[in-house]
Each structure stands twice: as structure tokens, then as C-alpha cells.
């Protein structure tokens, strides 16, 4: 489990096709701490560590991660949003994400908002809970953030500076594509109204 609070910018260094996987390895400064099997959250896709070779580290997508996530678009030297999973004790700063990539959106419009700056997403319609609510939760890239202005088919977040400098937010434009995991007390409340008025 992951609280969307981002904990660094890593690089991708390389990529490795096998098969129907790509292993990527990435550069980030807590690599030396990290042990085999442990799982970080990149760009808000839930990875478990493979292999560890000094700032470097390397983690392996398959097929379904990379069909339902932007992981399959990443090219050399592109920046990735990395969070180590929570422990027990630490402070939910953000809110509940499980590193479980609902869908991609794409940015349709970034505007200045005198220091910080308003981004609009635009997503295919599922149903199912896949949604936002006005100041609701939901995860992008990773990034736990408060909905604005929600349609059913899109939504808008205000980006602070400091998030604007310390994730890959300074990256994302108009055309973009992002991951989107909305939240899951709104999936499972939206199950449970489905499963009572089909019975």
C-alpha cells in the first residue's frame, strides 16, 4: 500500500524487452537501500524489485501493467515518480493507493495559475466506480491529489510548486499520458450500489 505522497524522481536507464515483459531499470537515490522483492510504486504501478546494482535498480512490467498503464511508453532518460511502500506506523500524508493502475488519461490543457498551475485529464468512461467527485482523491502518476471540476469523462488538479518541482508534473503537457487510480473507497462504495440494485 502506497499513500501517493511522491518520495523521489527516478530515471530510466535502460530497457530490456523479454517477450511480452520489459524490465526497466532505473536510477534513484534510495536504490542502495532497497532489497530484492520489495515493491515501489512507479508512476503509480505497483513493481516489485528484481535487481539492484549501486543507484540503479531494475523491475519487470508484464504484458496486462504495460496494456493498462503509460510504463509501456517510457523510453531511456525519461523520469518516473518512485514511492516505497508504507510502513505500519508512518502518517497517512495523502490518501489510500494500492499501486493497482485503473486506466491512462491524457492531459488536454495546463494553465498558469499565478505560481501554481491547473491540469485537466481527459479518460474513457467505465463505470464500475471508475470516477472522481468534487474534492475527491485520486492518484495521478502516483501523485495523490484533490479532483476539481469533475465530469464523467474528465477532471482538473492544482499543482503547488513544490509538487511541480519534486515529481514529473514539470514533464506533463498537453497530450501527455498519465496513469489514473481513483479511489478506493469510491470503487467499492460504486460495487456495492451495483451489486444491491441488480439483485
Excluded at 531499470?25 to 549501486?54: M, W, Y
Excluded at 531494475?58 to 510502513?87: C, F, I, Q
Amino acid at each position: 500500500m502506497f499513500s501517493g505522497i511522491v518520495e523521489a524522481v527516478a530515471e530510466v536507464t535502460a530497457i530490456r524487452v523479454d517477450r511480452q515483459n520489459k524490465d526497466f531499470t532505473l536510477r534513484a537515490p534510495f536504490a542502495s537501500e532497497l532489497k530484492i522483492d520489495q515493491s515501489i510504486a512507479h508512476n503509480g504501478v505497483c513493481l516489485t524489485v528484481v535487481a539492484i546494482d549501486g543507484d540503479c535498480y531494475t523491475v519487470t512490467a508484464m504484458k496486462e501493467t504495460l496494456d493498462r498503464s503509460n510504463l509501456g511508453l517510457l523510453e531511456v532518460g525519461d523520469e518516473v515518480n518512485v514511492e516505497r511502500s508504507m510502513r505500519p506506523e508512518a502518517l497517512l500524508d495523502g490518501h489510500i493507493v494500492q499501486g493497482h493502475v485503473d486506466q491512462t488519461a491524457r492531459c488536454t490543457a495546463r494553465e498558469d495559475a499565478d505560481g501554481s498551475w491547473y491540469y485537466t485529464f481527459e479518460y474513457e468512461p467505465r463505470g464500475g466506480g471508475l470516477t472522481t467527485v468534487e474534492k475527491g482523491s485520486v492518484a495521478v502518476n502516483g501523485v495523490s491529489l484533490t479532483v476539481c471540476d469533475p465530469t464523467p469523462s474528465s477532471f482538473r488538479v492544482a499543482i503547488i510548486p513544490y509538487t511541480f518541482e519534486h515529481t514529473n508534473f514539470r514533464r506533463i503537457d498537453v497530450g501527455t499520458v498519465v496513469n489514473l487510480e481513483f479511489d478506493i473507497v469510491g470503487k467499492y462504495i460504486a460495487r456495492l450500489m451495483e451489486h444491491y440494485l441488480n439483485r
